[in-house]
C-alpha cells in the first residue's frame, strides 16, 4: 500500500476515536464543562496533562532544535526546562489551587487578592498568554496536513479546527480528558517507535536512553564521541558541550521556561479535575511520568538523527554525497521547502559545513529531525503514517486545553463573574459554549493569517506566563501580606518589561524594522536572550509587589482566612463555581 | 473550618515548607547545579558514552524530577495522616 494511502487511513481511524470520544463523554453541567465534574483519576489525569502540555514543539520540532538550532548541549535547556516545571507545580502550587476548589485560575487570584480589577488582569494575562500559545498549535495543524496529507494548508487547518470545535465545544473538560488520553497514547507510541528501531539499528540496544550513551554497532566508539567528531570535522562547535550563548543565559533560559511551565494556566486548570487535594500532588507526578518517557527519547532522537543525517550527506571523510545519486526522502522533503541544497562550487556533490561560504546545505529545517527521521532511518511506510497521526495529536490536544482555558476565562471570569453574574447554570453552559466556538475560529484565522510573529511565539508565551501568572498564584499562597494593590501592580510591571525587552530587540508585534535594539548579546542584559529573559520579569513582579504591598493596607482578615484555609488538604470537596 | 488550631496550623505548615525546600535544593542542584554550573566539572567523569554533565542535563536531571514529586506526594500523605487533615475517602 502506498505511503499516502496508509497515512490516510492511519489519522483517519485515530480522527474517528476522538470524535467516538466527544459524543460519548458530551458534557451536561458547567462542572462537566469546566473541571470535567471533578472525578478523573490522577494517573489518567497524568496522561491527559501529558498531551495537553507535550505541544506540536515538542513533538515535531523539539529534538530538531536541540540538535540543529541549539547544537546539542545547548538543548539541554528544553529538556530541563519543560520537565522541571511539574516539580515547582506539585509543591508549589497545584494541591493549594486544588484545595481551594474553583473553576479557573482568574477565579482564584480575585478572590486572593478581593479585587475584581486583579481578576481582570489575571483574564488579560491569561488571555495573551493563551493566544499566543494557541497559534503555534494551530500552525502545527496545518503544517502536519500539509506535510504529510500533501493538501493545502489551509484546507489542514480548517479539518483541524471541526475537530477540534467537535470535540471541545460538545464535551468541554470531559470530552477533552478523554480525547487527550487516547491523544496520548497516539503520539508517544509515534514518537518511540522509530526512536527504538533507530536506537537498535545505531547501536543495538533497544532503549534510546541507554543507546545515546551506547557503542556504535560493530565497533568500540561510543555513539556520542563519534557525534562529536563529525561535527567538528565539519566546523561546528563539539555536539555534547556546546553551550548556548552563556552558562548565564542557559540558566536564565531554564529557570524561565519552568516557571512560564507552572504558571500556563491550561496545565494549571487539569488540576482541577482530580477528587482530592492529594490526587493533585501524585498526579503531577504521573504527568512527569508521562512527559519523561518522551523528554528522555528526544535527546537521543536528536543526537542519532544529527549522525545520520551527517552519515548521508558525508558517507566516508571527506567524500561527499553526488547530487545525482541522493536518496528519495531528501528530493520529497526539498519539495516542502524544508531541506534546500545549492551546489555553490558546482561539482555535483553536497557539502555540508558549519562555513556559510562553502556549506551548500542551504537549509535545514529543525523539524527534520522528527518529521523526516523514520526515512532517513529506511523504516517502514506504516512507521511514517504513525509519526503523522502523532504530530496531529500533539497539536490537537494542546490547542483543545488552551481553547478551553481561554474560553473558561471568558464566560466564567467575564460574564459570570464580572459582566453578568445572575446568568443560570444553563445560560453559562451555552456561553462557555459560544466562547469556545469563537476561540476556535479566532485561533485559526491567527494560524491563517500569521501576523509576523507566528512562528517565535511559542517560547514568547513562557515569558509571559512566568512574569505575570506564576508570581501573582505563589505569592497569593505563600503570602498573606500582599496586597490588591501590590499583586495588580506586580502583575501588570512583570508582563510589561517582558514584552518591552522581547518587542524591543525582535520589533514591536515582532513586526521587521521596529526593533529599536538590534538582537545581538552586546544589547541583552546580563547577556540573556528574550526567550530566557521571563524569569527576570518574575523577579521584577515579586520586587514590585512586595514593594507596593508595604505601603498599602493590609489585606483583610477574611482573606487570610482564605490563605489559612487552602494550605490544608481536608475539606476541599469538590470544584464549585459558586 | 481547618479542624487545627493556630499552633498545630503553623506546625503542619513549618514541615510542609521544610520538606519543599530540602526538595527543591535537591531540584536545583541536579538541574543548575550538575546539568549548568558544574557541567565541565562533571564532564570530567565519563559513564558509558555519556559525559555525567551532560548526562545531568538531558537525562539524569528528568529522572530525578520523577522522583521528587512522588517522594513529596507520599510524604506529604504521611503529614496529612499525622495531623488528621487528609480527605475522607
Known amino acids: 500500500m502506498d505511503l499516502q494511502t496508509l497515512t490516510y487511513i492511519v489519522v483517519g481511524f485515530t480522527f474517528a476515536i476522538y470524535i467516538g470520544i466527544a459524543i460519548w463523554a458530551r458534557a451536561g453541567s458547567t462542572k462537566d464543562f469546566y473541571v470535567a465534574g471533578g472525578g478523573i483519576n490522577p494517573i489518567q489525569n497524568g496522561m491527559a496533562t501529558a498531551a495537553d502540555w507535550m505541544s506540536a514543539a515538542s513533538f515535531i520540532s523539539m529534538a530538531g532544535l536541540i540538535a540543529l538550532s541549539y547544537g546539542g548541549y545547548g538543548g539541554s535547556v528544553f529538556l530541563m526546562g519543560w520537565t522541571g516545571g511539574y516539580v515547582i507545580l506539585a509543591m508549589l502550587l497545584a494541591p493549594y489551587l486544588r484545595k481551594y476548589g474553583k473553576f479557573t485560575v482568574p477565579e482564584f487570584i480575585g478572590d486572593r487578592f478581593y479585587s475584581k480589577s486583579a481578576r481582570a488582569v489575571a483574564v488579560i494575562c491569561l488571555i495573551i498568554c493563551s493566544v499566543t500559545y494557541v497559534i503555534g498549535q494551530m500552525k502545527g495543524v496545518g503544517v502536519a496536513f500539509s506535510r504529510f496529507l500533501e493538501v493545502d494548508y489551509d484546507t489542514g487547518l480548517y479539518v483541524g479546527m471541526t475537530i477540534v470545535f467537535f470535540y471541545a465545544v460538545l464535551g468541554g473538560m470531559k470530552g477533552i480528558t478523554y480525547t487527550q488520553i487516547a491523544q496520548y497514547c497516539v503520539l508517544i507510541l509515534a514518537y518511540t517507535i522509530p526512536a527504538i528501531f533507530i536506537s537498535l539499528q545505531l547501536t543495538g540496544n533497544p532503549l534510546p536512553q541507554l543507546g545515546l550513551g551506547s557503542t556504535l554497532i560493530g565497533t568500540d566508539v561510543y555513539l556520542l564521541d563519534k557525534l562529536d567528531m563529525v561535527v567538528t570535522d565539519l566546523g561546528f562547535k563539539e555536539y555534547t558541550t556546546n553551550v548556548r550563548l552563556s552558562g548565564i543565559n542557559m540558566f536564565a533560559y531554564t529557570l524561565s521556561l519552568m516557571i512560564g511551565t507552572a504558571g500556563l494556566p491550561h496545565v494549571i486548570i487539569r488540576f482541577f479535575t482530580v477528587p482530592k487535594v492529594k490526587d493533585a500532588r501524585s498526579s503531577a507526578g504521573w504527568a512527569l511520568v508521562f512527559i519523561a518517557i518522551l523528554y528522555t527519547t528526544a535527546p537521543a532522537v536528536a543526537g542519532m538523527a544529527r549522525l545520520n543525517l551527517i552519515q548521508t550527506i558525508e558517507p566516508s571523510p571527506g567524500e561527499y554525497l553526488k547530487i545525482d545519486e541522493r536518496p528519495q526522502w531528501f528530493k520529497n522533503w526539498e519539495k516542502t521547502g524544508l531541506l534546500a541544497i545549492e551546489d555553490k562550487n558546482g561539482d555535483g556533490r553536497i557539502q555540508y559545513s558549519a562555513d556559510p561560504a562553502v556549506n551548500e546545505m542551504v537549509k535545514i529545517d529543525n523539524d527534520i529531525m522528527v518529521l523526516a527521521n523514520p526515512e532517513i532511518a529506511k523504516l517502514p511506510n506504516w512507521v511514517i503514517a504513525l509519526v503523522a497521526a502523532g504530530g496531529l495529536a500533539a497539536a490537537l490536544s494542546t490547542a483543545a486545553g488552551l481553547l478551553l482555558a481561554i474560553s473558561s476565562a471568558i464566560s466564567h471570569d467575564l460574564l459570570k463573574g464580572m459582566l453578568t453574574p445572575n446568568i443560570s447554570e444553563k445560560a453559562e453552559l451555552n456561553a462557555s459554549r459560544v466562547a469556545m466556538a469563537f476561540a476556535i475560529a479566532g485561533a485559526g484565522y491567527l494560524g491563517l493569517n500569521p501576523p509576523g510573529f507566528a512562528a517565535g511565539t511559542v517560547a514568547l508565551a513562557f515569558g509571559l506566563a512566568a512574569s505575570s501568572i506564576f508570581p501573582a498564584l505563589m505569592m497569593g499562597i505563600f503570602s498573606k501580606v500582599v496586597t490588591k494593590e501590590g499583586a495588580i501592580a506586580g502583575m501588570v510591571g512583570g508582563i510589561s518589561i517582558t514584552l518591552f525587552y522581547v518587542f524591543q530587540h525582535k520589533g514591536i508585534m515582532f513586526i521587521p524594522g521596529t526593533a529599536f535594539l538590534g538582537d545581538t548579546p552586546a544589547n541583552w542584559f546580563m547577556g540573556i536572550e528574550p526567550n530566557a529573559f521571563g524569569c527576570v520579569g518574575a523577579v521584577v513582579n515579586f520586587v514590585i509587589a512586595y514593594a507596593v504591598s508595604r505601603v498599602t493596607a493590609a489585606p483583610p482578615q477574611e482573606v487570610q482566612d482564605l490563605v489559612e484555609h487552602i494550605r490544608v488538604p481536608v475539606g476541599a470537596g469538590e470544584a464549585t463555581g459558586h | ?89
Open chain 2, 1 to 89: 473550618m481547618s479542624p487545627l488550631n493556630d499552633e498545630q496550623a503553623k506546625e503542619y505548615w513549618r514541615r510542609n515548607v521544610s520538606l519543599m525546600v530540602k526538595l527543591l535544593v535537591i531540584w536545583f542542584v541536579v538541574s543548575y547545579g550538575f546539568g549548568i554550573i558544574l557541567f565541565d566539572v562533571l564532564n570530567q567523569i565519563q559513564i558509558g558514552g555519556y559525559k555525567l554533565g551532560f548526562w545531568f542535563a538531558q537525562q539524569g536531571s528528568i529522572y530525578v524530577f520523577v522522583g521528587l514529586i512522588f517522594y513529596y506526594a507520599k510524604k506529604m500523605a504521611a503529614l496529612d495522616r499525622e495531623f488528621g487533615v487528609e480527605e475522607e475517602e
